[in-house]
């Protein structure tokens, strides 16, 4: 009852915050949308208490975890185990949870996405593969719903198609070392993106992380006036990650305008969950809007190779931009700065794809030190 208390007075004093500020017709929805990220920040704490257990242990009844408006919804197919009952306690005592009915789990529905994405091809008018977070089936992106429902007989799980425009990739100015994310790249000469990251590994190499359609491995690495960075290291095409070894690097993030110098601290990194509103700070979104593009929605985990993170900017603005590939999908942290949540791959008019960075840190061993 204190966490739901404590849940419902952020929220208050968020909203309280946003219009008290100044009139209605005068009021920016920036401010408001980063105090209601801000007031999910006891929702995110407690789900992540619940994803450590998931991911500890070897149960295959998890469907998936969805923030709710007032509290945490954690969707199991049958009964949750002791330990899984016990994490859900524990998180309680940040914010309200409950356990939700789900007709399929996790694991059921990735063996179905297997099946389609065996089958689909190259050609196929099926260009995404989705799981929603509350276990009721497949959601199929198309550009033909008639020519898909050959593949969604191969599978005896419900599925859902939606006629929809692919996602496509989206390929500051003038940074300086020590490197940092949100800024200009030029990699082979050629290809314009946003770094995303600085992130470490185990033996403290240290890197900066983006999207992997920007360059190959070997590729020199500039800034916009040809101050050398690195050249491209390791890459995950599937997962449209690569990193750029670089020694000269910070735990630091553009905002702003495309020209801005304002940086603010990168305080590790955290999942994605479900609803979650986050922002991304690519270099030509900051340039043509004025800032990071927020109130990006996150509505599905892709269940095919690129496994991808899809959300939406609920004010129907373009979620991204070309060159904003590569560049750092964030949310803020309740120390202040803000908490890596991934790098953009594509978009398609109000929707994003990006890649989370627990794949990144799965794939490379990279983390964020705090």
């Given at each position: 009852?204190?966490?739901?208390?404590?849940?419902?007075?952020?929220?208050?004093?968020?909203?309280?915050?946003?219009?008290?500020?100044?009139?209605?017709?005068?009021?920016?929805?920036?401010?408001?949308?980063?105090?209601?990220?801000?007031?999910?920040?006891?929702?995110?704490?407690?789900?992540?208490?619940?994803?450590?257990?998931?991911?500890?242990?070897?149960?295959?009844?998890?469907?998936?975890?969805?923030?709710?408006?007032?509290?945490?919804?954690?969707?199991?197919?049958?009964?949750?185990?002791?330990?899984?009952?016990?994490?859900?306690?524990?998180?309680?005592?940040?914010?309200?949870?409950?356990?939700?009915?789900?007709?399929?789990?996790?694991?059921?529905?990735?063996?179905?996405?297997?099946?389609?994405?065996?089958?689909?091809?190259?050609?196929?008018?099926?260009?995404?593969?989705k799981i929603p977070a509350d276990g009721s089936g497949l959601v199929l992106?198309?550009?033909?719903?008639?020519?898909?429902?050959?593949?969604?007989?191969?599978?005896?799980?419900?599925?859902?198609?939606?006629?929809?425009?692919?996602?496509?990739?989206?390929?500051?100015?003038?940074?300086?070392?020590?490197?940092?994310?949100?800024?200009?790249?030029?990699?082979?000469?050629?290809?314009?993106?946003?770094?995303?990251?600085?992130?470490?590994?185990?033996?403290?190499?240290?890197?900066?992380?983006?999207?992997?359609?920007?360059?190959?491995?070997?590729?020199?690495?500039?800034?916009?006036?040809?101050?050398?960075?690195?050249?491209?290291?390791?890459?995950?095409?599937?997962?449209?990650?690569?990193?750029?070894?670089?020694?000269?690097v910070v735990n630091q993030q553009y905002l702003g305008n495309g020209d801005?110098?304002?940086?603010?601290?990168?305080?590790?990194?955290?999942?994605?969950?479900?609803?979650?509103?986050?922002?991304?700070?690519?270099v030509t979104s900051a340039r043509e809007t004025g800032g990071p593009v927020?109130?990006?929605?996150?509505?599905?985990?892709?269940?095919?190779?690129?496994?991808?993170?899809?959300?939406?900017?609920?004010?129907?603005?373009?979620?991204?931009?070309?060159?904003?590939?590569?560049?750092?999908?964030?949310?803020?942290?309740?120390?202040?700065?803000?908490?890596?949540?991934?790098?953009?791959?594509?978009?398609?008019?109000?929707?994003?794809?990006?890649?989370?960075?627990?794949?990144?840190?799965?794939?490379?061993?990279?983390?964020?030190?705090?």
């Amino acid at each position: 009852m204190t966490a739901r208390r404590n849940l419902l007075l952020v929220a208050a004093m968020a909203v309280s915050t946003a219009v008290g500020a100044t009139p209605a017709a005068h009021a920016a929805p920036e401010p408001t949308v980063w105090q209601q990220m801000l007031a999910q920040q006891p929702l995110i704490h407690a789900a992540d208490v619940i994803q450590a257990e998931v991911l500890r242990g070897t149960d295959t009844g998890f469907a998936g975890i969805s923030l709710e408006q007032d509290h945490v919804a954690l969707w199991w197919q049958g009964a949750a185990p002791a330990k899984i009952t016990d994490a859900v306690e524990r998180a309680e005592a940040k914010a309200p949870v409950t356990i939700e009915q789900a007709r399929y789990s996790n694991a059921e529905l990735r063996a179905a996405a297997a099946v389609i994405e065996a089958r689909r091809g190259e050609k196929s008018p099926v260009h995404a593969i989705k799981i929603p977070a509350d276990g009721s089936g497949l959601v199929l992106g198309t550009t033909s719903a008639a020519a898909t429902r050959q593949l969604t007989s191969l599978v005896d799980v419900p599925v859902r198609t939606v006629v929809e425009e692919p996602l496509a990739p989206v390929s500051r100015q003038n940074d300086s070392p020590p490197w940092k994310g949100g800024a200009t790249i030029v990699l082979g000469g050629t290809a314009a993106c946003t770094s995303g990251f600085s992130v470490r590994t185990g033996d403290n190499a240290r890197y900066l992380l983006t999207a992997g359609h920007c360059g190959n491995p070997g590729a020199r690495v500039t800034d916009p006036t040809g101050e050398f960075i690195g050249n491209v290291g390791a890459k995950q095409s599937d997962h449209d990650i690569l990193l750029i070894p670089t020694g000269n690097v910070v735990n630091q993030q553009y905002l702003g305008n495309g020209d801005s110098n304002t940086t603010t601290p990168v305080q590790g990194w955290g999942d994605v969950y479900t609803n979650e509103i986050l922002c991304q700070s690519g270099v030509t979104s900051a340039r043509e809007t004025g800032g990071p593009v927020c109130n990006i929605k996150v509505l599905f985990f892709y269940a095919d190779r690129e496994d991808l993170v899809e959300g939406e900017q609920m004010n129907g603005q373009p979620a991204a931009r070309p060159g904003d590939s590569g560049g750092p999908v964030y949310g803020p942290s309740s120390n202040g700065g803000v908490i890596a949540k991934g790098t953009v791959t594509r978009t398609a008019g109000a929707r994003i794809g990006f890649q989370d960075f627990r794949t990144a840190s799965r794939d490379f061993g990279v983390y964020i030190p705090l």
